[in-house]
C-alpha cells in the first residue's frame, strides 16, 4: 500500500461525493488508513457500544473517568486495530478453526446446544450473530499479529525476578484477616428501651452457653440476617477503622462489646491470620507474569510506533463528537 495509491483513494472519494451530493448526504470520514476509511458512523457506533459497557461497569467518578479515556483514546485505538488487520490480511492469516472452538467453548460455558439457539441468546441480548462473530474473529487476528511481532522473543531473567522481590517488599506483604460473625441491631425497628433489653437479653443467652452462630442466626436483623451474620474474612484497609479496632483488641474466640455504628454490633472473632510477608516461592508466578506484561506493553508501544509511521495515516476530525 503506497502513499500514492492512497491519495488516489481520496480523489475518487472526492469524486463520488460531488456525484452524489445532489442525491444524497457524503459519509463524513473520519480518519483514512492507508485505502480503508473511518467513516464518522462507525466511530460513533463503536463510541455507543463502549459507552453502555462502561455505565454498566462503572458509577461515579470511575464512570467520569473511563469516559474521558474513551474520548481520548478511541480514535487512535480504532486506528490501530484497522493496521493490525491489515497486516494479518497481508500475512494470509486464518483463524478460522480457533474461531470455532471459541464458539463452541462459549456454547459449552453457557450450555447452549446449537447454533440457532446461539444465535437467539445474542439477539435477546441486543446482538447481531454475525456482527459478534466478525467482531471475535477481529480480535483474534489483531492478537496473532501481536504475539508473531513482540510476544515470542520476550523473556524474563530469574535475576530480573530476585532482584524485583528484593526491591519491592511491600508488594508481597499479606495483610491481617479476621474472619468474623456478628449479632446485627437495625437502629430504625424498635425503640431505645426495646434495644436495650434486647441487647442485654442476648449477651444473658450468650453467658448462659448459647453458641454465638446460633445467637446470630436468631437475633440478627436484615441485611446480615440472611447470612446469619457471618460477615466473612475483613482484612485491614477494607473495613470500618472502629470495628476493626475493636477487633484487634480481642483474641481468637472472643467476642467485643456492643459497638454503636448506624446500629449495633456485637463481634465475634472466629479466627485470625497475622500478617506476614509472601515467600519468594509463593511470589515468583506473580513477579514473572508481572514483569512479562511490562516487557510486552514496552515492545507493544514501541511495534505499533513503528508501524504507524511506515502506513499512511491521515485524521481529518481528531474530534469525531464534536
Known amino acids: 500500500m503506497t502513499i500514492k495509491r492512497n491519495r488516489l483513494v481520496l480523489i475518487l472519494l472526492a469524486i463520488c461525493a460531488v456525484g452524489a451530493a445532489a442525491q444524497q448526504v457524503v459519509e463524513e470520514i473520519v480518519a483514512i488508513v492507508n485505502d ?125 525476578i530476585i532482584d524485583y522481590y528484593k526491591k519491592h517488599g511491600a508488594e508481597f506483604v499479606v495483610p491481617e484477616e479476621y474472619k468474623v460473625r456478628v449479632v446485627y441491631l437495625a437502629p430504625d425497628l424498635r425503640s431505645a428501651a426495646a434495644t436495650e433489653t434486647r ?19 436468631e437475633y440478627c436483623d436484615a441485611p446480615l440476617k440472611e447470612t446469619k451474620g457471618d460477615l466473612g474474612t475483613l482484612k485491614k484497609g477494607e473495613t470500618d477503622k472502629t470495628l476493626w479496632d475493636a477487633l484487634a483488641a480481642i ?32 511470589a515468583k508466578r506473580d513477579i514473572e507474569q508481572k514483569l512479562l506484561q511490562d516487557l510486552q506493553t514496552a515492545k507493544l508501544e514501541e511495534f505499533l510506533k513503528v508501524v504507524k509511521k511506515r502506513n499512511y495515516i491521515k485524521i481529518l476530525k481528531p474530534n469525531p463528537l464534536g
Open 36 to 160: 480503508e476509511v473511518i467513516t464518522l458512523t462507525e466511530f460513533k457506533k463503536e463510541y455507543d457500544q463502549q459507552l453502555a459497557g462502561i455505565k454498566a461497569q462503572f458509577q461515579g467518578e470511575q464512570q467520569e473517568k473511563a469516559i474521558e479515556q474513551l474520548k481520548a483514546q478511541l480514535l487512535d485505538t480504532m486506528i490501530t486495530n484497522t493496521l493490525l488487520l491489515q497486516m494479518a490480511k497481508t500475512d494470509n492469516l486464518n483463524v478460522a478453526e480457533q474461531l470455532k472452538m471459541a464458539v463452541d467453548n462459549i456454547k459449552k460455558e453457557n450450555n447452549i446446544d446449537s447454533d440457532d439457539d446461539l444465535q437467539r441468546a445474542l439477539r435477546s441480548q441486543g446482538m447481531q450473530y454475525d456482527v459478534w462473530l466478525r467482531q471475535i474473529e477481529e480480535r483474534m487476528l489483531r492478537d496473532r499479529v501481536i504475539s508473531s511481532q513482540i510476544s515470542k522473543s520476550i523473556v524474563v531473567d530469574d535475576a530480573d
Open 251 to 282: 483474641k481468637k474466640g472472643e467476642r467485643t462489646g456492643w459497638i454503636e455504628k448506624k446500629g449495633w454490633y456485637l463481634l465475634n472473632l472466629e479466627d485470625k491470620k497475622d500478617s506476614r510477608t509472601r515467600t519468594f516461592d509463593e
Open 199 to 217: 441487647k442485654a437479653e442476648i449477651l444473658d443467652k450468650l453467658k448462659g452457653g448459647l453458641p454465638f452462630d446460633k445467637a446470630a442466626e
